[in-house]
Nanobody, 121 residues
Framework: QVQLVESGGGLVQPGGSLRLSCAAS????????MGWYRQAPGKQRELVAG???????NYADSVKDRFTISRDNTRNTVYLQMNSLKPEDTAVYYC???????????????WGQGTQVTVSS
């Protein structure tokens, strides 16, 4: 079994910064793509940023130049540095990862439990 545990959410004023972390643990042989999604009340879950094992990144247009995704493969951890936060960034942020538990097994997709980010004055 694989667990993804997010941390770093909270309340921040507009223009502020937060750094989210997501650590994967359990039966892990290899992790392929990792990413952050978010879901605001009454809205669908959307991709915020993704990163491949090799470090290639992609971002939603709404967060480009403000958010930075990174990962530490030695720690099975992905990060999301969020700067210049806006009230519209308020949402529950979820970590996602494609994990191979044993060599030559298929990759399975996992989600974290989510962490709340609230941007408000």
């Amino acid at each position: 079994q694989v667990q993804l545990v997010e941390s770093g959410g909270g309340l921040v004023q507009p223009g502020g910064s937060l750094r989210l972390s997501c650590a994967a643990s359990g039966s892990i042989f290899s992790i392929n793509a990792m990413g952050w999604y978010r879901q605001a009340p009454g809205k669908q879950r959307e991709l915020v940023a993704g990163i491949t094992r090799g470090g290639r990144t992609n971002y939603a247009d709404s967060v480009k130049d403000r958010f930075t995704i990174s990962r530490d493969n030695t720690r099975n951890t992905v990060y999301l540095q969020m700067n210049s936060l806006k009230p519209e960034d308020t949402a529950v942020y979820y970590c996602n990862a494609d994990v191979m538990s044993r060599w030559l097994e298929a990759f399975n997709n996992y989600w974290g439990q989510g962490t709340q980010v609230t941007v408000s004055s």
